[in-house]
């Protein structure tokens, strides 16, 4: 579920036929994953970064790690900033996502890996994309959506 706000609807509204967005999103993977190629990435980030001809790159990981006992608040932020260091460095403009929020106690970490997410957003002045705060607050019965 997203908002009805979703990031590529509002760039092709923006922008137009000038814009193609492309969704590359890796189902199931986290952030370490995601920097360093393995488990369903196909190459590693800086790789994937130098070859993309995108000018805008979303960061929407989250979900993954937040079932990850072994990454603590430090670990997440420090990939997510190696994550946003590596898109930059390939001359990207970054925006991140927060992950929408899940209903089962093995994602508990979800709001607090939010709120890391919006505290690197705050702290890079980077755009925010709140699926996980417009969920929760626009839907007062989000959970009844969920399978």
């Known amino acids: 579920?997203?908002?009805?706000?979703?990031?590529?609807?509002?760039?092709?509204?923006?922008?137009?036929?000038?814009?193609?967005?492309?969704?590359?999103?890796?189902?199931?993977?986290?952030?370490?994953?995601a920097a360093i190629g393995a488990a369903s990435a196909t190459m590693p980030f800086t790789q994937a970064?130098?070859?993309?001809?995108?000018?805008?790159?979303?960061?929407?990981?989250?979900?993954?790690?937040?079932?990850q006992a072994w990454e603590s608040d430090y670990v997440v932020t420090y990939y997510l900033n190696q994550l946003i260091d590596v898109a930059q460095a390939a001359g990207k403009s970054v925006f991140l996502e927060t992950p929408n929020p899940v209903n089962t106690p093995l994602y508990d970490r979800i709001s607090q890996?939010?709120?890391?997410?919006?505290?690197?957003?705050?702290?890079?002045?980077?755009?925010?994309?709140?699926?996980?705060?417009?969920?929760?607050?626009?839907?007062?019965?989000?959970?009844?959506s969920l399978e």
Do not use: F
């Open 113 to 144: 890996i939010a709120y890391i997410i919006r505290t690197t957003v705050q702290s890079r002045s980077l755009t925010l994309a709140d699926h996980h705060l417009w969920i929760q607050t626009g839907l007062p019965n989000w959970q009844d």
């Open 49 to 67: 970064m130098a070859s993309s001809p995108a000018h805008i790159i979303g960061i929407n990981l989250a979900v993954h790690d937040a079932n």
């Open 1 to 33: 579920m997203q908002s009805p706000s979703n990031v590529p609807a509002v760039l092709q509204s923006k922008y137009g036929s000038n814009v193609v967005v492309v969704d590359k999103g890796i189902s199931g993977l986290n952030m370490p994953e």
